[in-house]
């Protein structure tokens, strides 16, 4: 049983969008492209280090899929190139047949819950979603996410795409781990931890 792990970056507001470069995601007018890379530190580096240093699989969404192979296939080894491209990659897309250049690629056909349900069930190493909100919120809406790793940069954008929007299923998570770099950034990981709570505080 494989485990499905998000990877993802946000800012205190919960924005993900466009964490690396200036010109990764333009979409909706978003104009602070490249939040990230001013807060990176030697901290940051060994975590994503971590999380990144065995042997993985990614399953992505298209237009997530599209911005990573517009770079990666090219990119030197020493920025963690040999990783991504070694993966493979499992797209959701709602084309029947995609143009998918980057190697070790396939598509995710039929109803995209299921297919990564029965990645899941394969033998393999960790399944990571990186980006891909659209695609998260579905898998989180399935009960599929097993961990979330998140970087949260002490940012706030205001506007942009957030890993939660309205309407996303309620659930709770529990802390496994936390660390904050230097510069302020605290790296966590989190696990699903059944239904919200209610209640009060008592007086």
Same mark, same amino acid.
């Given at each position: 049983?494989?485990?499905?792990?998000?990877?993802?970056?946000?800012?205190?507001?919960?924005?993900?969008?466009?964490?690396?470069?200036?010109?990764?995601?333009?979409?909706?007018?978003?104009?602070?492209?490249?939040?990230?890379?001013?807060?990176?530190?030697?901290?940051?580096?060994?975590?994503?280090?971590?999380?990144?240093?065995?042997?993985?699989?990614? /399953? $992505? !969404? &298209?237009?997530?899929?599209?911005?990573? @192979?517009?770079?990666?296939?090219? =990119?030197?080894?020493?920025?963690?190139?040999?990783?991504?491209?070694?993966?493979?990659?499992?797209?959701?897309?709602?084309?029947?047949?995609?143009?998918?250049?980057?190697?070790?690629?396939?598509?995710?056909?039929?109803?995209?819950?299921?297919?990564?349900?029965?990645?899941?069930?394969?033998?393999?190493?960790?399944?990571?979603?990186?980006?891909?909100?659209?695609?998260?919120?579905?898998?989180?809406?399935?009960?599929?996410?097993?961990?979330?790793?998140?970087?949260?940069?002490?940012? /706030? $954008? !205001? &506007?942009?795409?957030?890993?939660?929007? @309205?309407?996303?299923?309620?659930? =709770?998570?529990?802390?496994?781990?936390?660390?904050?770099?230097?510069?302020?950034?605290?790296?966590?990981?989190?696990?699903?931890?059944?239904?919200?709570?209610?209640?009060?505080?008592?007086?």
């Amino acid at each position: 049983m494989r485990e499905l792990v998000v990877v993802g970056s946000i800012s205190l507001d919960g924005v993900m969008q466009a964490p690396g470069t200036p010109d990764e995601d333009g979409s909706g007018g978003f104009e602070h492209g490249g939040w990230l890379p001013p807060l990176w530190d030697d901290d940051l580096a060994a975590y994503l280090g971590e999380t990144m240093g065995k042997p993985f699989d990614l /399953v $992505l !969404g &298209r237009r997530t899929y599209d911005i990573l @192979a517009a770079y990666w296939p090219s =990119a030197p080894a020493e920025a963690g190139a040999g990783p991504l491209n070694e993966a493979t990659k499992y797209v959701a897309s709602r084309s029947a047949a995609p143009d998918l250049p980057w190697q070790h690629s396939q598509l995710l056909g039929g109803d995209v819950a299921e297919a990564v349900a029965a990645l899941k069930r394969d033998d393999g190493p960790e399944l990571q979603v990186h980006g891909s909100g659209d695609l998260i919120r579905t898998l989180w809406g399935a009960g599929l996410i097993d961990r979330f790793r998140l970087v949260i940069a002490p940012i /706030v $954008l !205001g &506007r942009g795409k957030r890993l939660f929007d @309205a309407g996303s299923p309620a659930g =709770a998570l529990r802390l496994v781990s936390s660390r904050t770099t230097g510069k302020g950034v605290t790296m966590a990981t989190y696990e699903p931890a059944g239904p919200v709570a209610s209640g009060s505080f008592a007086g």
